[in-house]
């Protein structure tokens, strides 16, 4: 179906701009004229190789960014809410279209509608599009398909995307105060090394007097910072980079992994989110109807640390050699006993979905109160940095000051 894009003139004298598929220009208008639109221009994407070109300039389909998961999750709940009002989806959508929260996510939709009434099915539509959809959300996609039951695993992926989006942000929102703590702190402390300490080191070597200790040390990193700054410079872009290029290596990722697992307090915040997002997704998948293996192997992606992956993956070869999930996850030693005994609890009563979850709402908990215990140690800790620093610049300034002050008396 052809892409136009159109500018018109709603009922209040106001301009708009957008796309809309039809099968002719008239037809168009008519769509628009439907929707109290006068259209003032109207044109269409001549071949069908330029309407990919135009659909990813619009989405940014081939960029590495992630999927904007509150918008997804809002225009999955639209969805499911029509679905289960009996609306056809080839309708659905055309509403969601419409009330799109942004032109991306409105051109996604528009190439799905398109693709579904070509025939392809709603989940193979939306894996088209990896920057938007995960693997996660086409599989459940396509186990509500196959069930019948899409409105319902709809409404659940919208929850799923919801409940996620809150736990990332969890640690995210907490380590805001001290960011700007610490990014303060630096530019304070820059401005006095950078202004204050020339000027009132420029004053006391003309006084040809001996500088006390912790002016000399000052005066010095004064002088190494001003004449070295571009050196310094690059050397913390060098470090960034072979940073960079060490945790993207196979070895380098596992090191770094092990190593933010074995972190006092940092660590134990890191495993616990972890293992909110494997029991919450986990359970999620098992209840929309996707397979034992499957959902573990989808689950897998959505850990983002090697040491767990790997964990489970181990947990998945021995399933498929006929074990059980909570035997091979407590030989694996990557997850906490309480929820190696929860799964296993689970699958002996038959209700494992119901156990993740319950694990997943212990851990949200847990989650928080680490976040609470990271936050509060941090703060003072920053804080007496930073006073030190400031501390030891003042003193340093007002040592001589001082002296010189007695000496003129």
């Not at 008519?30 to 006068?38: G, H």
């Not at 940092?266 to 989110?273: N, W």
């Amino acid at each position: 179906m052809p892409i136009f894009e159109y500018k018109a003139v709603d009922g209040e004298n106001k301009t708009r701009k957008g796309i809309v598929d039809a099968d002719s220009p008239r037809e168009a208008r008519i769509k628009l004229r439907q929707d109290r639109l006068f259209v003032t221009d109207l044109t269409e994407t001549k071949s069908r190789r330029q309407r990919k070109v135009a659909i990813k300039g619009i989405t940014g389909i081939d960029a590495p960014n992630k999927v904007r998961n509150e918008q997804v999750a809002q225009v999955t709940r639209q969805m499911a809410s029509l679905l289960r009002a009996g609306i056809p989806l080839a309708e659905a959508l055309r509403m969601v279209i419409e009330q799109a929260p942004d032109r991306k996510i409105e051109a996604v939709f528009r190439d799905i509608r398109e693709k579904v009434t070509q025939g392809m099915t709603l989940a193979d539509a939306v894996n088209q599009h990896p920057a938007y959809f995960t693997e996660l959300y086409s599989n459940m996609v396509r186990a509500g398909e196959s069930s019948g039951a899409l409105d319902q695993v709809m409404v659940r992926l919208a929850g799923f995307l919801q409940a996620q989006s809150r736990l990332k942000n969890k640690v995210g929102a907490a380590m805001v105060y001290p960011m700007i703590m610490m990014i303060v702190g630096v530019i304070v402390v820059a401005v006095l090394m950078t202004f204050v300490v020339p000027k009132v080191t420029q004053l006391l070597r003309s006084q040809g007097k001996k500088l006390p200790l912790p002016t000399e040390i000052l005066v010095q990193t004064s002088d190494f910072l001003q004449n070295n700054w571009f050196l310094l410079l690059v050397a913390m872009l060098l470090v960034v980079i072979l940073f960079q290029l060490f945790i993207n290596s196979e070895k380098g990722r596992m090191a770094w992994d092990t190593f933010k697992l074995r972190v006092p307090i940092f660590g134990d915040l890191m495993r616990k989110q972890a293992v909110a997002r494997f029991t919450t997704t986990l359970a999620t998948l098992l209840r929309s109807g996707v397979p034992a293996l499957q959902s573990i192997n989808v689950t897998k992606n959505v850990l983002d640390n090697v040491v767990l992956t790997q964990a489970l993956t181990t947990v998945h070869d021995h399933i498929m050699e006929g074990t059980d999930i909570a035997t091979p996850m407590k030989m694996t030693e990557a997850f906490p006993p309480m929820v190696c005994y929860m799964v296993g609890v689970g699958e002996q009563a038959g209700n494992l979905e119901e156990m993740l979850e319950r694990v997943s709402d212990t851990y949200d908990e847990e989650v928080d109160l680490a976040t609470q215990k990271l936050t509060s140690m941090l703060e003072p800790l920053i804080i007496v940095l930073l006073a030190s620093i400031v501390a030891g610049i003042v003193i340093a300034i007002i040592l001589p000051l001082l002296e010189l002050q007695k000496m003129s008396r």
